[in-house]
C-alpha cells in the first residue's frame, strides 16, 4: 500500500475539474498562459535528456535522492512515462514525466528552469497532464508522495484533489525471490543513496581540480 496521496478522478467533466482548483491556482495557469507558456506532450527524450541537470540540481538542493539518467531514459523509451515539456516563447524551460496506465496516471517527477518560475510553468506542467489523462479516459490522476515538504503538499492540493490510497502490485512466480526482494530493498535504496552522495562529491572534486 502506498502512503496517502492526492488523486483526482475523471468523474466530472474537464471543465468543473478546473473550476474546483483553488483561486490562486487558476490565476497561476492563465498567468502561464500571458506569459507565453505552452506545454507539450509526447516531447522528445533528447530535450528532456537536456533539461536533466535541472531535476538533479534541484533534488541534490532538497536532500533527496537522483534518479539516475539511464533510469529514467529506460521508462520513456519502454513508453511506462510520458513526458510533458513547457517552452517559454519556444525555448524548453522545464518537463514533467507521468507515468501512466489505463488504471491511474501518476505524477512521477518534474523540473522547471529557476529563473522561469514567474512564469508559473509547474502549474501549466501540471494541468496539462491532468487534461491530457483526462482526455486519454485514464479514470484516476495521482499527485504522488509529497515525502513530508508542507509546501509541496499545499501545492498539490491547490488543484483540489482528494485523499486516496493506491495499491502497487508486484506479481511473481518465485516466491523466494519475491522474498528475497522484500528483504533487500531497503538496503538497496539506501546502498544507492550513498553511491550518489559519493558520485556527486567525487565528480566536484574533480572539477576543483581541474
Keep these: ?74 521508462i520513456l523509451a519502454e513508453r511506462l512515462g510520458v513526458p510533458f515539456v513547457a517552452r517559454q516563447h519556444g525555448r524548453a524551460i522545464g518537463f514533467l514525466i507521468l507515468l501512466a496506465t489505463p488504471g491511474i496516471a501518476i505524477y512521477w517527477i518534474s523540473a522547471i528552469e529557476p529563473g522561469a518560475s514567474r512564469a508559473r510553468p ?35 492540493q491547490g488543484f483540489g484533489p482528494e485523499p486516496g490510497r493506491h495499491m502497487v502490485v508486484v506479481r511473481t512466480y518465485r516466491p523466494c525471490i519475491q522474498r528475497a526482494w522484500r528483504w533487500l530493498e531497503p538496503a538497496a535504496r539506501q546502498s544507492y543513496a550513498v553511491w550518489d552522495r559519493c558520485r556527486v562529491s567525487l565528480r566536484d572534486a574533480a572539477r576543483r581540480r581541474a
Excluded at 501540471?126 to 515538504?149: K, Q, T, V
Design 1 to 74: 500500500m502506498v502512503p496517502a496521496c492526492p488523486l483526482q478522478g475523471r468523474e466530472r467533466p474537464r471543465e468543473q475539474v478546473r473550476h474546483g482548483h483553488r483561486p490562486e491556482v487558476r490565476q497561476a495557469i492563465r498567468s502561464s498562459a500571458r506569459s507565453g507558456v505552452t506545454v507539450e506532450p509526447y516531447a522528445a527524450i533528447e530535450i528532456v535528456r537536456s533539461l536533466y541537470p535541472l531535476y538533479r540540481a534541484r533534488m541534490e538542493e532538497i536532500g533527496a535522492t537522483v534518479k539516475p539518467w539511464r533510469f529514467i531514459e529506460g
Design 122 to 156: 509547474m502549474n501549466a506542467l501540471l494541468d496539462a497532464a491532468f487534461a491530457w489523462s483526462h482526455g486519454e479516459a485514464i479514470p484516476r490522476f495521482s499527485f504522488g508522495e509529497s515525502h513530508g515538504r508542507p509546501g509541496l503538499s499545499r501545492f498539490k
